[in-house]
């Protein structure tokens, strides 16, 4: 069978972490630019499929291709590893500082790789900035601006419902990555990560990667946002609240629904020595 019981899986998944945590800053850099340039293009194909069908649900059905990319390629995606390297740190398989380091490296390489797609999918769009009757332009701007803009007007309000609505959606992006452990087969790993991305896509909520993406391509584009506006209203805080939904609605409850002292103590020894005998293993 390719399904994964719950025991075996929280091995998995803190593992997971493990391993993460001791990558080199190449590995994390590299893999996390891949990562925010994937995230950027099911981001655009989500968008254009919304575009021509009239239907939104067709976009957050097709959009999870990207995070299944990433996740079968074993890249970095930062708010999947929000849920599981804290988990790591827990248990004392892992430091703060390796977890604090993973984190920064792969935001800024998430910066890198989705502002390079931004700028790339702008300049063609536009045909370098001489055309902008494609409808993807004015659908860009307008998901940039409305990402931002409410949340001004809102004042302070604004930042306690964009980081509310962060944390309800790495709620589900943290489960779709812990959902991928579930099986050991590509179609059961890709299936079971597909339903709750989806979810996320389909009810409009704040992902801080698909984000790097979206605003800055629509600020290229000509939407009403400044610098300042976009960390202030958005991306500062939906990093803060895609954190605290991986560990509070995800991380924490799905471990203590079934970790045990004993196989805690037991099994990752067992796991971190195959990983240290076996470098290959070295590659989620």
């Known amino acids: 069978m390719s399904y994964v019981k719950p025991d075996q899986l929280i091995d998995d998944i803190i593992h997971s972490g493990v391993l993460k945590s001791n ?27 919304a575009a021509q069908t009239g239907l939104p649900i067709v976009g957050a059905v097709l959009f999870p291709v990207g995070f299944a990319i990433i996740l079968l390629l074993g890249l970095e995606l930062v708010t999947g590893s929000f849920a599981l390297i804290p988990l790591a740190v827990m248990e004392g398989r892992t430091t703060l500082a390796k977890c604090a380091r993973n984190f920064s490296v792969v935001i800024l390489a998430h910066l890198v790789g989705a502002g390079l797609y931004a700028a790339l999918y702008a300049f063609a769009i536009t045909y370098a900035g001489t055309d902008t009757s494609d409808p993807m332009v004015q659908a860009i701007i307008h998901l940039a601006e409305h990402k931002v803009l409410p949340y001004e007007a809102a004042g302070p309000a604004g930042i306690l419902v964009v980081i509310i609505k962060a944390m309800l959606c790495n709620w589900m992006v ?111």
């Open 174 to 284: 943290a489960l779709g990555t812990i959902m991928f452990y579930t099986s050991k087969s590509t179609g059961g790993k890709i299936l079971a990560m597909w339903l709750p991305v989806t979810i996320f896509f389909s009810l409009g909520l704040e992902h801080a990667i698909v984000n790097m993406f979206v605003i800055p391509a629509g600020m290229l584009l000509g939407a009403d946002i400044s610098m300042g506006e976009w960390w202030l209203w958005n991306q500062a805080p939906v990093l803060v609240g895609n954190l605290l939904g991986a560990i509070v609605f995800t991380a924490l409850p799905v471990y203590f629904s079934h970790r045990t002292t004993v196989n805690r103590a037991v099994t990752l020894d067992a796991l971190d020595a195959a990983a240290s005998a076996s470098p290959a293993l070295v590659r989620s």
């Open 23 to 49: 990558l080199t800053i190449k590995q994390m850099f590299i893999r996390g630019t891949l990562s925010g340039a994937i995230l950027g293009a099911a981001t655009t194909v989500a968008l254009t499929a």
